[in-house]
């Protein structure tokens, strides 16, 4: 009897390695066959004979980089040290900026093994650890970090837990060369010359406490612990760990000093302190290589609960920091004569933030388009671009509205497809959705970016806009009020103000909405729509000449706005919303809007 056995996928511990070239698109587009020939040379001649030297094998080529598994971890990682110092050593008189540096992730784990690959979470884990390596560095996990410290004379930073994309664990890491370290201590080769930032690199350092209550201590280093965790969750951002960060506390620190340390660009510091009634904490952001401070903020609240106050200064913290550090590195980017695809993301998000008038928008979506042609699969430019043609669809109302929606549609998607975690690209899908009639499905995907990231202040103003589409323009209010509980400050409150004025119209509170353009002109004066629909409100409540006034100013931003092109753009068929934009119609005539 012939005895039938079910195909068993073959599985084995081992030590696995990943590695592969920091800045790899901005070397290829500078230099492409000569980076292309150097570092078909390091690998060939360097990293794969030092893999096979200490009992590896390389089970798959990444273009710019390989995976390999070995029988141990002491191995994988002597071997790493080993190919990490010669490329240190034969590229020292390399220009800095045409240096090829490889970043090294190295873990244990129980894999699925193919002819030519590995597969397994602890693959991906590995792949996370080599993205968080230092470049020319070596990043463990601590499983693998158990074996090789008491076998290597070499010594690793403790970097605390880090919480990686699609990993539902967190994982401890390991770094070498240490903070400030000049050589490898294992092979004595000299390790690679100082190496910039990354981008959005940052540490937080240890709120201090101004006062001699030890609850407010555990709350200040509460908002420190916070906050880390929180500003992590920024797209791109590269965050010292907690563990390293604390090691200061106490200390008077030098920023400068600090920042050659952890190799960051950005310090933020803070401090808490309490009297009898109030809560006060400031923040300062200080760029690490001047010293100077970028931006600075004070909250000042009513004691009540530290908890639910911790939570609210954190998010509000975060929110606002995501904003000031694109500005900044977009400074830093102006200064570049060849910028790469992530310095023309930054460029073209701080032209958004500008304010959605055509020629803002116009530059911005050269900066994008520029990245994309760098680099075709980066999802800040996709998403920056979807958002530049979502805007315009909004806000310009030209007669190609459709066209850009569609654009935006599958630039957004594209993005989302490459990276389904990007709070952002959800974000700009829900905007998407709710100017092509699909308002339901706004609020879902705006309700899943706050789910990838809560201090998304954003995502609450559109699913409020999404509620006014839907004819329910009394529950608009109080998503906008939530978005600016998170954000008070926000760069985009302009336009949540003009979402609330929109829903005051609809409701027939007509002063009240004419407050809420007001001030949504006062926080930006550069959005037409805000401007047209002041002159609406105004006219409907008898201010004539206020009203042509108002419109006045709209035509001086956007001449070809009609009625006509408005009501080709209504984002809804709900009759309530109707409703309510035909008494908005009628406004716009009253302050001599041409209808066509």
């Not at 007669?399 to 549609?409: G, H, I, P």
Request: overall charge negative; proline content about 4%.
């Amino acid at each position: 009897m012939v005895q039938e056995h079910s195909a068993r996928l073959e599985r084995r511990l081992v030590a696995i390695l990943a590695a592969d070239v920091a800045g790899y698109s901005r070397l290829m587009h500078a230099e492409e066959e000569a980076t292309h020939t150097r570092l078909t040379s390091l690998l060939a001649e360097v990293v794969v004979p030092a893999i096979a030297e200490h009992g590896g094998r390389v089970v798959k080529n990444t273009g710019d980089g390989l995976l390999a598994e070995f029988p141990s971890a002491v191995e994988a990682t002597r071997a790493a040290l080993q190919f990490q110092n010669r490329i240190a050593e034969v590229s020292v008189k390399d220009p800095e900026d045409q240096r090829i540096l490889i970043r090294v992730g190295v873990n244990i784990g129980d894999v699925i093994v193919e002819p030519h690959d590995i597969f397994g979470d602890d693959v991906n884990v590995t792949a996370r650890l080599e993205s968080i390596s230092a470049p020319g560095g070596i990043c463990l996990s601590a499983a693998a970090y158990d074996q090789v410290s008491s076998k290597l004379a070499v010594e690793f930073d403790d970097m605390g837990e880090q919480f990686f994309k699609n990993i539902a664990r967190p994982t401890r890491a390991y770094a070498w060369p240490r903070s400030g370290a000049e050589a490898g201590t294992s092979y004595g080769f000299a390790v690679r010359g100082p190496v910039s930032p990354p981008y959005l690199s940052m540490v937080v350092l240890p709120f201090a406490n101004f006062g001699d209550d030890p609850e407010q201590e555990y709350f200040a280093d509460g908002v420190t612990e916070s906050l880390t965790t929180d500003l992590s969750r920024i797209d791109g951002s590269f965050v010292i760990a907690r563990n390293t960060a604390f090691t200061f506390k106490g200390k008077a620190v030098n920023v400068k000093q600090i920042g050659r340390e952890l190799n960051v660009r950005y310090a933020l510091e803070g401090s808490v302190q309490r009297g009898s009634k109030r809560l006060r904490v400031n923040v300062q952001l200080i760029d690490a290589e001047t010293g100077k401070h970028i931006w600075a903020e004070r909250f000042e609240k009513p004691i009540a609960d530290l908890y639910d106050m911790q939570d609210e200064i954190v998010a509000r913290l975060a929110q606002a920091l995501d904003a000031q550090l694109i500005l900044a590195e977009a400074r830093r980017a102006e200064r570049s004569r060849n910028p790469d695809a992530m310095e023309l993301v930054f460029q073209g998000t701080a032209c958004l933030y500008k304010g959605p008038t055509s020629e803002p928008l116009t530059q911005a979506r050269r900066f994008f388009e520029r990245a994309l042609q760098i680099d075709s699969r980066n999802v800040g430019a996709l998403v920056g671009l979807a958002n530049v043609d979502a805007t315009a669809g909004a806000y310009i109302l030209t007669d190609d509205r459709s066209a850009l929606l569609a654009m935006a549609e599958a630039n957004a998607i594209r993005a989302l497809s490459l990276d389904p975690d990007r709070a952002l690209a959800h974000r700009v899908l829900g905007t998407i959705y709710n100017m092509t009639n699909r308002n339901v499905q706004a609020i879902a995907e705006c309700e899943q970016a706050l789910t990838l990231d809560r201090n998304l202040a954003d995502a609450h103003a559109v699913i409020g806009m999404a509620k006014y589409y839907l004819g329910r323009a009394s529950e608009t209010e109080g998503h906008i009020l939530e978005a600016f509980r998170l954000s008070p400050r926000d760069i985009f409150a302009h336009r949540w103000m003009h979402f609330l004025g929109m829903s005051k119209i609809q409701l027939g509170l007509d002063t009240e909405a004419v407050e809420w353009f007001r001030r949504s002109i006062e926080a930006n004066r550069n959005s037409p729509f805000t401007h047209f629909a002041l002159a609406a409100a105004l006219g409907l409540q008898g201010s004539l000449d206020e009203a042509r006034l108002a419109a006045a100013a709209g035509f001086a931003l956007n001449p070809g706005f009609t009625i006509r092109r408005m009501r080709a753009s209504q984002p809804s068929d709900n009759k309530g919303f109707l409703d309510g934009r035909e008494r908005f119609y009628g406004g716009l005539l009253l302050a001599g809007v041409p209808d066509a």
